[in-house]
Nanobody, 126 residues
């Protein structure tokens, strides 16, 4: 079993930056992939960024590519999402997710993640 907990959300003006953190606990040695998803009011949850644990390969949604960076700190079992040049359309609840099954490559698919955090609100004002 793996637990993940997000932190770092908040409110910023357009063009600002935020860094989200996702701390994993439990059987962290079994993690194969971690990712960030977001859900805006009235919209479906969507993939934002992901990182494969063994190869540290990173993946991004087109909408955030070049603005967001996902990274990991192995010693702290923590994944970060650095968000720069934020736009009002980035406003959403951001969720961290993890999985411990053999990596399938389906980093973009929310169904590939078994463990989810409670979410943290990010609000970008225009």
């Amino acid at each position: 079993q793996v637990q993940v907990e997000e932190s770092g959300g908040g409110s910023v003006p357009a063009g600002g930056s935020l860094r989200l953190a996702c701390a994993a606990s439990g059987r962290t040695y079994s993690i194969s992939v971690m990712g960030w998803f977001r859900q805006a009011p009235g919209k479906e949850r969507e993939f934002v960024a992901g990182i494969s644990w063994r190869a540290s390969s990173t993946y991004y949604a087109d909408s955030v590519k070049g603005r967001f960076t996902i990274s990991r700190d192995n010693a702290k079992n923590t994944v970060y999402l650095q968000m720069n040049s934020l736009k009002p359309e980035d406003t959403a609840v951001y969720y961290c997710a993890a999985d411990s099954r053999p990596y399938s490559g389906r980093v973009y698919d929310s169904r590939a993640y078994a463990y989810w955090g409670q979410g943290t609100q990010v609000t970008v004002s225009s």
